[in-house]
């Protein structure tokens, strides 16, 4: 009772002296107001970067939780199917088409083809700039930085013929990823590295987009998207990606 009494005495105390005092009032309430703002402006600010963080990232990275290289297609509908998987896109290798006879000053370079459907955007960032996706597998979207290599000025329409083949080094068939598209381990051994084309073949340039940050400038291919055929060339030839409903069970799903 009396620690109550004593605890109201003080607050009494303490309104009658803002009374006598209104420039303390005023100096008091302007105090408590600047701190309630710079709270506010220090908890936003931290706010506004973690979402700009996350859109920079899906934008660039894109939004997908867990992937899986040169698997198969029946890999792929069994994760798809899972009552723990949100969305998953896959990726398809359809072959290398060399490149290099139309550079001057580069050797090897090789546009490497991937057959996609429009999903594919869903989780992985594929930034159109003019044209829309390979609708079938006589169409192909090519990045705006082939046109840069081989000061070519292609545009949504044009024709364009590849040599379409496979790259086998040691006697072994090299697949690359849509997500990673260079051959770090041959820089250092480029004579075992063969070129076999498969056929030749006429496509359509259905668009064009930006250079994707997994599409790597200093490698030796260069990301082209077409749509998936039926035919798979090589065993394990997909890639999938995918997002969980609940992202915190990552690590035991993978």
Sequence with gaps: GSIRSKEGFNVVKAFESLKKSRTRTIVTIIGIMLSTALIF????SASSFVSFFRRYTAYTYGE???LEKCTSFEDYESI??????????YDKYEGYADVSSELEDISDLYLNVFGINE????????????????????????PEFFSV????????GDK??????????????ILPTADKSNFYYWENDNSNKEFIEREEKTYTICGIFEMPAFSNIYSYGITAFTFPTETEYLTNSYDYFYSLKNPSDISSFM
């Design 119 to 142: 999903d594919f955007q869903k989780l992985i960032p594929v930034h159109i700039t003019s044209g829309c996706f390979p609708k079938n597998e006589n169409e192909i979207l090519i």
């Design 41 to 44: 402006a220090v908890t936003s």
């Design 64 to 66: 997908w939780h867990g």
């Design 160 to 173: 364009i013929t590849l040599k379409i083949g496979d790259v086998v080094s040691n006697g072994e068939y």
């Design 80 to 89: 798809s199917s899972s009552d723990e998987v949100e969305t998953a896109v």
């Design 149 to 156: 290599l081989t000061d070519s000025k292609y545009e949504v």
